[in-house]
């Protein structure tokens, strides 16, 4: 974001803007065309972008014969390739059939590299080393420790505010804490709730925002008690999300009711998070015919944002209900997501907390990999849900957006998760920058201005 | 001669305990639960992908095969490429080694400064005010959890009284400053830099020499003790022996000789294990880059650090035992 850039991005309330490329449109079904810009040059050899650099990024990704197998494939899903336009200065982004989810999926994915440095030099190289257009060029780099950028002077854009840029890498919260308070940093990021008011007694202020990641127990309907849809909208009707994000929180959160967050493409604004309400559960339990189970939630430590400890208060909420009694786990996140990502439903826990992140904000990139039968990460097989999802990926426009909002209309009701918080971002900010922050829990440093 | 030999020998041990910790080291990596393609790849990566990654990354192969690979890599000096970074696993941890090695060194050095005297004073005015003073100080020592005491004199000296900066290691103009160069400059008469490495390294070596110096006052006292309650030094007291040289001479370096052996152990250990003070600290050492590497599952930098480690311990015990033996001849004609 500081140096590499993307065909498009997002501005701070994420709507989408002309970054690399000046205009889009879709050609046919499975065709996208990007016009590209005049001007931009790269940082080490400064060379101007040219149309085969951005084929080449895109290719990067989503092609394993070019160079390597990406990472990143998964963020250009649907992508099959790219390739020049003859007598123009555009590129084609190409796919088998509609591929709905362009161009949201371009900002911050595929960025765009020069292909002739690329391949001139090692995987190692490029990993320490940034040849990119954006407004801050990279000048040192210490892998885990820090990174120093200065201002790029042949910026397309007006020069950046910020002349020098240091990330400096803190895992310790307490540090992080000191190091704002003591006026050694002017942005901090992941303040713990614990601490807001330390940092509200000192010259640096707290600024809260909304991310794109939400936190949900997620239940396999594939496993007793979790079979039985009564059953589970019990679990959510048990547990006070409210009384979590005020208390466990700090009020750094917001309730959810479906999949998809609030101001992501296809989200249903008229569902309400479900109430709290353990007699309707107890009910709910016993017509369920599993009364007197007992669940076990996985959680991974230190992972989200308090995420132990939402997932204590989870336990003792369900545990409260006289026909339900709740235990806890704790795990480490790495041996958690490992059972859990290997695409098989019948392997790993049947009832855990996780946390999902949806920068492209669109409600299938959390249903898809999350949901859908064949998902990554799924937890449910529904066929409803399979079939709206699929329709809805071989739309576009409205008509997509309505059948999303059915999903997610279908998933409130079902509830294979129990519907917790929308993770909040919660920075430290010295009173030397001005800075709001964004909802992708991105820095983008060019926004960043000295204080008036 | 018996103590080349004696070298000799504990060196040819040493490279056996190596191969020892590679080996264990390289297996530990199958028994762990979950795949380094986890932690390379966003949660909703295909399944192909993950397999594809894994095979690029060699993993896919048999397990004698990896080994036999990673052996004649490491005979070749050569300790691969982070599974997550891309980066060399060896300009990684060579980069850390310094910064751990002169954080340990400072730590062991307040150690021995105060921790000795303190034993000797200690054991000769026993049941004196001053005995109360060390053996009170070596209790608080030895029960201060480190992370506390870091945090403590973080609160203390950096935010309340803003006298050290709050992390992080020493930097002029953006580059690091490790002691040779801080040092370096100090002798072309500029102090700037060694009093900036010094504000940064004081507080973790005070916090990490602690305990240290606690145990070792423990140790000194009652070593002292044992041998000044010994026959050879009340045959020499009748021989009219200064009671200086007596305790100092005769006492004290029949007393350092366990001491040295756990200083040795110790320095070691702080190598590779001062995790909780580098992160209360923020201090980029190699423990720090060790619990990353585990956290992210990234096998071949663990191994990396382990390597080094484990042969910093074995050339710092190499030179204890050798120092024992020169102290006391018996150990080498064993």
Request: net charge negative; no cysteine; glycine share 6%.
């Amino acid at each position: 974001m500081q140096s590499y850039e993307a065909l498009l991005r997002r501005d701070a309330d994420g709507n989408i803007q002309p970054e690399l490329a000046t205009d889009w449109e879709r050609i046919d079904p499975g065709r996208f065309r990007f016009y590209i810009r005049e001007g931009p040059r790269f940082h080490q050899t400064g060379n101007e972008l040219a149309p085969e650099d951005v084929v080449y990024s895109i290719n990067r990704v989503v092609k394993p014969s070019v160079g390597f197998e990406s990472p990143q494939t998964s963020q250009l899903a649907g992508v099959t390739g790219a390739e020049v336009v003859d007598g123009e200065r555009a590129v084609d982004l190409l796919s088998d059939g509609l591929n709905p989810l362009l161009p949201r999926q371009i900002p911050n994915n595929g960025q765009v590299i020069e292909k002739e440095w690329a391949q001139e030099h090692e995987k190692s190289y490029i990993a320490q080393h940034i040849n990119g257009t954006g407004p801050f060029q990279l000048t040192s780099y210490e892998q885990d420790v820090r990174a120093v950028f200065e201002r790029y002077d042949d910026y397309w854009r007006d020069e950046a505010a910020v002349s020098r840029l240091t990330f400096a890498g803190a895992q310790e919260p307490s540090v992080r804490v000191n190091q704002l308070i003591e006026g050694e940093t002017d942005i901090t990021v992941n303040i713990p709730p614990q601490s807001v008011s330390r940092v509200r007694s000192s010259e640096a202020s707290i600024t809260p925002a909304p991310s794109t990641r939400i936190i949900y127990a997620a239940m396999k309907t594939t496993v007793e008690p979790f079979t039985s849809p009564q059953f589970r909208r019990a679990m959510n009707y048990a547990v006070d999300i409210r009384s979590i994000i005020e208390n466990i929180l700090s009020g750094f959160g917001s309730a959810t009711a479906q999949p998809t967050l609030e101001g992501f493409f296809g989200h249903n604004p008229e569902l309400e998070p479900y109430p709290y309400d353990p007699e309707q559960a107890t009910q709910l339990v016993e017509e369920s015919g599993f009364a007197d189970t007992t669940v076990t939630l996985h959680t991974p430590v230190g992972r989200y944002l308090r995420d132990v400890q939402i997932a204590q208060a989870v336990v003792e909420m369900i545990d409260e209900l006289p026909n339900v009694t709740a235990e806890l786990k704790q795990r480490e996140f790495g041996s958690l997501s490992s059972e859990l990502v290997d695409g098989d439903i019948t392997t790993g826990p049947a009832f855990y907390l996780i946390g999902w992140g949806n920068p492209q904000m669109d409600a299938s990139q959390t249903l898809i990999p999350t949901l859908t039968s064949d998902g990554t990460l799924t937890s449910w097989q529904n066929d409803k849900l399979d079939t709206l999802v699929e329709q809805a990926q071989n739309t576009s426009g409205d008509e997509r957006k309505q059948l999303l909002q059915e999903a997610n209309t279908h998933a409130h009701n079902q509830a294979p998760w129990i519907f917790l918080n929308r993770q909040y971002s919660v920075y430290g900010t010295s009173p030397r920058v001005d800075w709001q922050p964004r909802r992708d829990e991105r820095i983008d440093a060019y926004a960043v201005n000295p204080a008036e | 001669m018996d103590l080349v030999r004696f070298i000799i020998k504990r060196s040819l041990h040493g490279v056996f305990v190596i191969w020892g910790v590679v080996t264990t080291v390289f297996l530990l990596r199958f028994v762990s639960p979950s795949r380094v393609t986890t932690f390379i790849l966003p949660l909703d990566a295909s399944q192909e992908t993950r397999d594809q990654i894994a095979s690029e990354l060699g993993l896919n192969d048999p397990i004698y095969v990896q080994y036999a690979e990673y052996l004649w890599d490491l005979l070749h000096l050569d300790m691969g490429q982070s599974y997550i970074s891309g980066l060399s696993v060896s300009a990684q941890v060579f980069s850390r080694l310094p910064v751990s090695v002169e954080l340990a060194i400072l730590a062991g050095i307040i150690a021995i400064v105060l921790s000795i005297p303190l034993g000797v004073i200690s054991a000769t005015r026993r049941n004196q005010p001053a005995d109360y003073v060390a053996t009170s100080f070596s209790l608080l020592g030895i029960s201060t959890p480190n992370f506390w005491l870091g945090l403590m004199l973080v609160l203390l000296f950096a935010v309340y009284l803003g006298v050290f900066p709050t992390s992080g290691l020493a930097r002029m103009g953006g580059e690091r400053v490790l002691f040779p160069r801080a040092f370096i400059q100090l002798l072309t008469g500029d102090p700037q830099y060694l009093i900036a490495w010094l504000s940064h390294i004081l507080l973790p070596a005070i916090t990490l020499g602690t305990y240290f110096t606690a145990l070792i006052t423990r140790l000194t006292r009652s070593g002292m003790l044992e041998e000044l309650g010994k026959p050879y030094i009340t045959a020499l007291r009748a021989k009219g022996l200064p009671e200086v040289l007596l305790r100092y001479q005769h006492a004290l370096t029949n007393t350092l000789i366990p001491i040295i052996t756990i200083l040795g152990l110790q320095l070691g250990l702080l190598i590779g294990g001062a995790v909780i003070t580098e992160a209360v600290f923020d201090y980029p050492g190699l423990g720090t880059l060790l619990v990353d590497s585990i956290y992210d599952r990234d096998w071949i930098t663990v191994q990396g650090i382990l390597i080094v480690v484990g042969t910093g311990f074995v050339i710092v015990n190499t030179a204890v035992d050798a120092l024992h033996a020169y102290l006391d001849p018996r150990v080498s004609k064993q």
